[in-house]
């Protein structure tokens, strides 16, 4: 069974940064894109970012030049770090290995994570 595994959540405040880790161990990190979604209260679930095998990265709008995706196979761990963050970012963030994106269809990956809730204050 293939675990995911979110960390890194927590309480910030507006324009400040948190970094949020997913792990997946096991040898199917590094063959999986990996992406972060996120939720908010009342909202639809959301693609945040996602990081391909070849590392290409793809953000959402809202987000872009805020945070960043990265993964390190080795670790079998991926990143995402928030900077500049925006009461609108307070979200449950969840991972997902092997999200596909083709011709702006989004197809979720089988695995996710349990989540890591992220709350950013005024």
């Known amino acids: 069974q293939v675990q995911v595994l979110e960390s890194g959540g927590g309480s910030v405040q507006a324009g400040g940064s948190l970094r949020l880790s997913c792990s997946v161990p096991?040898?199917?990190?590094?063959?999986?894109?990996l992406a972060w979604y996120r939720q908010a209260p009342g909202k639809q679930r959301e693609l945040v970012a996602r990081?391909?095998?070849?590392?290409?990265?793809r953000y959402t709008d809202s987000v872009k030049g805020r945070f960043t995706i990265t993964r390190d196979n080795a670790k079998t761990t991926a990143y995402l770090q928030m900077n500049s963050q925006k009461h609108e970012d307070t979200a449950d963030y969840l991972c997902?290995?092997?999200?596909?994106?083709?011709?702006?269809?989004?197809?979720?990956?089988?695995?996710w994570g349990q989540g890591t809730k992220v709350n950013v204050t005024f």
């Open positions: 997902n290995l092997g999200t596909k994106v083709s011709d702006g269809k989004i197809v979720t990956g089988d695995y």
């Open positions: 096991g040898n199917l990190f590094s063959l999986r894109a």
């Open positions: 990081i391909g095998t070849d590392h290409v990265t």
